[in-house]
């Protein structure tokens, strides 16, 4: 199929850009659209026919479930078959929109295909113009995935998109490399235990501000305990070189890289890093403490190391406060191996 581009700039929205993504939207079509985390790919979630092309063009497992994306109340009580509790209401007027993604009881309106026959349904309003227009444009809700080949790094830049999925979907809006740069932080508020199923984008500290009884599912603890993520199973983000993880403090790990040869190894790492080794291919995602500058450019540069002359990659831990969990969280799970200093 032949794959439109729509360019859209987000600063200045063109109204007819945005009613032509919401033709193919109403035509059962998938569209890949810009959000704040990463780029998704919307379809209309109450049609099973455009769901389903979801799956085919992402070579997604079918048990996958795929997160919604509203612009409203309304929309969102459509979806669910809860009450909207003291609990939940003040995270909402808190973080939405924005990259956090809520689990709750779904609505009968809510397909088994959509929540991978699961009886809850994630839900997400996404901090970003365009995302929220064509929403409202299209008057219905959009279930949304990363808009990647399943496994591959998440898209960030319309570019990434292209390079995925070109003739396999109706459109793709261009637009701005996504602000936050991972997916959003999911949390089950469909019992009274509030507990975050995937880190993302919004840290458990930040959380916690709001509601401080929310926990970590065992999960995300315990690698024996069963995901209730679905997700959470499946190995993700990777490239395609061998990539290995390397986990201890930042003296250990600067230790340990003066004794090995860089000379065919992408080194991703921190300034403080990088700034005393020497080799070819060396990348800094920042400060060690710069977590969303990280985020930010951390799924760009796992795609352009394909493209590099190397044979492996190493990539260094963060701290675990914060974001830090985050992002050690998606480099474990891109990674082949792990070193434990
Ligand atoms: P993606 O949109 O590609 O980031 O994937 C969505 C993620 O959200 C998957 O890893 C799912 O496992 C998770 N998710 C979506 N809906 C639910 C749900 N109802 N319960 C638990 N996890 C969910
Ligand atoms: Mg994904």
Same mark, same amino acid.
């Given at each position: 199929?032949?794959?439109?581009?729509?360019?859209?700039?987000?600063?200045?929205?063109?109204?007819?850009?945005?009613?032509?993504?919401?033709?193919?939207?109403?035509?059962?079509?998938?569209?890949?659209?810009?959000?704040?985390?990463?780029?998704?790919?919307?379809?209309?979630?109450?049609?099973?026919?455009?769901?389903?092309?979801?799956?085919?063009?992402? =070579? %997604? !497992? /079918?048990?996958?479930?795929?997160?919604?994306?509203?612009? +409203?109340?309304?929309?969102?009580?459509?979806? *669910?078959?809860?009450?909207?509790?003291?609990?939940?209401?003040?995270?909402?007027?808190?973080?939405?929109?924005?990259?956090?993604?809520?689990?709750?009881?779904?609505?009968?309106?809510?397909?088994?295909?959509?929540?991978?026959?699961?009886?809850?349904?994630?839900?997400?309003?996404?901090?970003?113009?365009?995302?929220?227009?064509?929403?409202?444009?299209?008057?219905?809700?959009?279930?949304?995935?990363?808009?990647?080949?399943? =496994? %591959? !790094? /998440?898209?960030?830049?319309?570019?990434?998109?292209?390079? +995925?999925?070109?003739?396999?979907?109706?459109? *793709?809006?261009?637009?701005?490399?996504?602000?936050?740069?991972?997916?959003?932080?999911?949390?089950?508020?469909?019992?009274?235990?509030?507990?975050?199923l995937r880190k993302g984008g919004l840290s458990i500290e930040r959380l916690r501000e709001v509601?401080?009884?929310?926990?970590?599912?065992?999960?995300?603890?315990?690698?024996?305990?069963?995901?209730?993520?679905?997700?959470?199973?499946?190995?993700?983000?990777?490239?395609?070189?061998?990539?290995?993880?390397?986990?201890?403090?930042?003296?250990?790990?600067?230790?340990?890289?003066?004794?090995?040869?860089?000379?065919?190894?992408?080194?991703?790492?921190?300034?403080?890093?990088?700034?005393?080794?020497?080799?070819?291919?060396?990348?800094?995602?920042?400060?060690?403490?710069?977590?969303?500058?990280?985020?930010?450019?951390?799924?760009?540069?796992?795609?352009?190391?394909?493209?590099?002359?190397?044979?492996?990659?190493?990539?260094?831990?963060?701290?675990?406060?914060?974001?830090?969990?985050?992002?050690?969280?998606?480099?474990?799970?891109?990674?082949?191996?792990?070193?434990?200093?």
């Amino acid at each position: 199929m032949e794959t439109i581009i729509i360019p859209i700039n987000q600063n200045n929205i063109d109204n007819e850009a945005i009613v032509l993504a919401s033709q193919f939207i109403h035509a059962h079509q998938c569209v890949a659209m810009p959000t704040e985390t990463v780029y998704g790919l919307a379809a209309n979630a109450w049609s099973d026919e455009a769901i389903q092309r979801i799956f085919e063009a992402k =070579g %997604r !497992p /079918s048990d996958n479930p795929l997160i919604v994306h509203v612009c +409203d109340q309304e929309m969102l009580l459509k979806c *669910i078959d809860q009450p909207l509790n003291d609990r939940i209401l003040k995270l909402m007027e808190a973080f939405w929109p924005g990259p956090l993604t809520l689990v709750f009881k779904k609505s009968s309106l809510i397909s088994d295909l959509v929540s991978a026959s699961l009886p809850t349904v994630g839900i997400r309003m996404p901090d970003h113009p365009i995302a929220l227009a064509l929403i409202k444009a299209t008057q219905v809700p959009l279930a949304a995935p990363s808009a990647n080949v399943s =496994g %591959r !790094p /998440s898209p960030t830049k319309g570019s990434h998109v292209l390079d +995925d999925l070109q003739g396999k979907i109706a459109a *793709i809006i261009m637009a701005d490399q996504s602000q936050v740069g991972v997916e959003s932080t999911v949390l089950d508020v469909s019992s009274q235990t509030f507990a975050i199923l995937r880190k993302g984008g919004l840290s458990i500290e930040r959380l916690r501000e709001v509601d401080s009884e929310i926990i970590y599912d065992d999960a995300l603890i315990d690698v024996n305990v069963t995901p209730k993520s679905p997700g959470q199973k499946y190995k993700h983000y990777a490239p395609s070189k061998p990539m290995t993880f390397i986990e201890g403090n930042l003296l250990k790990q600067l230790e340990y890289l003066k004794t090995i040869s860089l000379e065919h190894t992408l080194l991703i790492s921190v300034d403080e890093i990088i700034n005393e080794l020497s080799g070819p291919y060396m990348v800094t995602l920042g400060t060690k403490d710069d977590f969303e500058f990280a985020l930010n450019g951390l799924f760009d540069i796992l795609r352009q190391s394909d493209n590099m002359p190397v044979t492996s990659i190493l990539v260094t831990s963060y701290s675990e406060k914060g974001l830090g969990a985050t992002l050690n969280d998606r480099l474990k799970k891109a990674s082949t191996e792990k070193i434990i200093l």
